[in-house]
């Protein structure tokens, strides 16, 4: 019988017809919602989300992506402990939370995580922070 209902594809194979070959289901894992990843910078690194750039002038034209220029300004989400200096002792960061920054324009590391965009950049790369 197993073998004509494996050649007969209109033939279904139902578990009841086996019950000696009864199979265990596996525990399902946590949905993917529930675990969320953080990004925690090391020493004096930064984390930032860059800042949109608009995609239409004040004319009214709309800019294509392939014209676009990389963005420079961004927005701090994590800061780092601190780099230390030559005698042990911790230095802290200008930069805090919440502030918004100008950065070299090729610098840092782009990072995609759960669907945001990240750069991860040292403090040295930072040219300003943005007082508005």
Same mark, same amino acid.
């Given at each position: 019988?197993? *073998?004509?209902?494996?050649?007969?594809? &209109?033939?279904?194979?139902?578990?009841?017809?086996?019950?000696?070959?009864? $199979?265990? $289901? #596996?525990?399902?894992? #946590?949905?993917? #919602?529930?675990?969320?990843?953080?990004? +925690?910078?090391?020493? &004096?690194?930064? @984390? *930032?989300?860059?800042?949109?750039?608009?995609? @239409? !002038?004040?004319?009214?034209?709309?800019?294509?992506? !392939?014209?676009?220029?990389?963005?420079?300004?961004?927005?701090?989400?994590?800061?780092?402990?601190?780099?230390?200096?030559?005698?042990?002792?911790? +230095?802290?960061?200008? @930069?805090?939370?919440?502030?918004?920054?100008? %950065?070299?324009?090729? !610098?840092?590391?782009?990072?995609?995580?759960?669907?945001?965009? %990240?750069? @991860?950049?040292?403090?040295? &790369? *930072?040219?300003?922070?943005?007082?508005?």
């Amino acid at each position: 019988m197993l *073998i004509s209902a494996l050649l007969n594809p &209109d033939t279904c194979i139902l578990q009841e017809d086996f019950p000696h070959m009864a $199979t265990k $289901t #596996a525990p399902k894992p #946590a949905p993917k #919602a529930a675990m969320k990843t953080k990004l +925690v910078p090391l020493a &004096d690194r930064i @984390v *930032i989300t860059p800042l949109k750039q608009d995609e @239409v !002038t004040a004319s009214g034209l709309v800019i294509p992506d !392939t014209v676009k220029e990389k963005p420079q300004q961004g927005e701090v989400v994590a800061v780092g402990p601190g780099r230390l200096d030559d005698n042990g002792k911790r +230095v802290a960061l200008e @930069v805090s939370v919440g502030d918004r920054i100008l %950065y070299a324009k090729y !610098t840092g590391t782009e990072v995609k995580l759960d669907n945001n965009e %990240y750069i @991860v950049l040292n403090e040295k &790369d *930072i040219l300003a922070r943005l007082v508005i």
